[in-house]
């Protein structure tokens, strides 16, 4: 029973030694969002009292109100409004006192609260005459206080579109690739990240994609490996379908810009983005997990679908730019591979995309 009662109190002490130390990082960002509340009070209460000011001559201009009886009520606003200031800025004021005298490290209300969701049970298992115990968080709040101050986030994207290829010397309009049947999707998972302390416009945007890049060649034509190059010839047959797709494993990064709404408490700090216009501009680089092609046709009446799977010459390493730009999780996307799609080819193609991007 001693081993047990010694458990349980190391186990409250590292529970509040967390508890602690997540406050000690977070008391000198409270503070300073204390005071920056201090300097908007006066200016929240002078635009009231302006306001307030405003409707009484309003009301004298009216004829609902006297000069005397609006200079009486124009002296109760402005007392009002200086009695609100003062108020305010004693409560901001002690908070503040409070959080420098005990560097935060208090056994605050936010503490007790935390302590007080603390269960600790004995009994002994179902079936069996072992005694036992547990300590939980009741309500299932196994959790600390929010962080303070959250600068990364995460979510999934997903961006899909037109694909095709831009070739050496040929304008795209000569694409021996289907414009609207090429196609490209792309599924990955982002981070964004606030470069700086007090302003949210610029952020890092990070993470890894799949990219799943697709080309329907035209005039019944697939890909042929000839020695150390890949060409297009025509096929023997009339094509049913024609596609050739390289699926890659890449890991983008952006430099994101773009407004977000701000709501600070007392506990917290967030950037909103959601349904704001944000602008992003960076690369990614990765490789080729694989490259396939598929073709369809009738041969003598028979139905044959044919899936090759092989390298067709196409380059490992993949790396490019690409950008996206729009409202909230849904942008217009684009992206251009730098590296040729295969590799010692007599004429070089390079990738290009072009859709939308959404935030899952």
């Known amino acids: 029973m001693k081993k047990i009662s010694t458990f349980i109190v190391i186990a409250l002490l590292s529970l509040f030694v967390q508890h602690a130390t997540a406050q000690e990082e977070e008391y000198q960002q409270r503070v300073e969002v204390l005071k920056k509340q201090k300097e908007r009070i006066t200016a929240q209460e002078k635009d009231a009292l302006k306001t307030e000011v405003e409707k009484i001559n309003q009301r004298v201009k009216r004829g609902t109100l006297t000069e005397a009886q609006a200079k009486i009520l124009k002296e109760e606003a402005a007392k ?206 990765g490789f080729n997990m694989s490259t396939r092609q598929k073709l369809k046709y009738q041969d003598n009446g028979e139905r044959i679908k044919e899936k090759i799977k092989r390298d067709y010459n196409t380059s490992e390493l993949i790396y490019g730019l690409s950008a996206y730009a729009g409202f909230g999780g849904t942008q217009l996307y684009v992206k251009y591979d730098l590296n040729p799609i295969f590799e010692n080819a007599a004429v070089d193609q390079r990738n290009i995309s072009l859709g939308l991007r959404f935030d899952l």
Do not use: C
């Open 80 to 285: 009002k409004r200086a009695l609100n200031i003062e108020d305010r800025i004693a409560i901001i004021n002690n908070r503040i006192a409070l959080l420098e005298r005990n560097e935060g490290v208090i056994m605050d209300l936010d503490t007790l609260d935390y302590l007080s969701r603390i269960e600790i049970g004995f009994g002994s298992r179902e079936g069996s005459g072992d005694r036992t115990f547990g300590i939980l968080l009741k309500n299932n709040e196994n959790r600390l206080p929010p962080k303070y101050d959250k600068r990364t986030f995460s979510d999934g994207v997903l961006a899909f579109g037109l694909n095709n290829a831009i070739i050496q010397g040929s304008s795209l309009g000569d694409s021996p690739y289907k414009i609207g049947g090429s196609r490209f999707v792309e599924l990955g998972w982002q981070w964004r990240t606030r470069l700086f302390k007090n302003t949210n416009f610029v952020r890092l945007n990070y993470g890894f994609s799949f990219q799943f890049n697709a080309l329907k060649p035209n005039d019944n034509q697939f890909f042929v490996e000839n020695g150390g190059q890949t060409e297009l010839q025509v096929f023997p047959l009339e094509l049913d379908r024609s596609k050739f797709r390289r699926d890659n494993l890449v890991f983008p990064i952006h430099f994101e810009f773009g407004p977000s709404r701000v709501k600070e408490t007392d506990k917290t700090i967030r950037y909103n983005i959601d349904r704001s216009f944000r602008f992003g501009i960076g690369g990614y680089g």
